[in-house]
């Protein structure tokens, strides 16, 4: 809702290397990406069962939130830096801003 009064130049910004433009408001971004994802052939529900997560924990992360390991595999996914998809998240050196932690678990999850 706080997305909807922001002017567009704002809420959305360009992808370097593939010139897309990438929504900035969490909501919007995370329907974009499951919008790219099924454009390549993918979805949510495959990317958590390769990662060994659930669909729910990947989708929090496409909403910016959550892990960066998994915001990372949404990049790589759709082909594009995880910098340009999360740019709130990294400075201007492409440094990330906050600190993370690492996943709980050791490995990924055998299907």
């Excluded at 809702?1 to 290397?17: D, E, L, V």
């Excluded at 949510?44 to 390769?50: F, I, S, V």
């Excluded at 990662?51 to 939130?65: H, K, N």
């Amino acid at each position: 809702m706080s997305g909807a009064n922001q002017p567009m130049a704002k809420s959305i910004h360009r992808s370097a290397s593939q010139k897309k433009l990438i929504p900035l408001v969490p909501a919007q971004r995370r329907a974009w990406i499951i919008y790219e994802l099924r454009l390549l052939g993918h979805s949510l529900r495959e990317l958590a069962d390769q990662e060994g997560v659930s669909q729910q924990a990947v989708s929090a992360s496409a909403m910016g939130s959550g892990s960066s390991h998994l915001q990372a595999a949404l990049a790589d996914a759709l082909g594009i830096s995880v910098c340009e998809l999360f740019p709130e998240h990294f400075d201007s050196a492409g440094k990330r801003l906050m600190p993370t932690r690492q996943p709980k678990r050791n490995q990924k999850r055998k299907t």
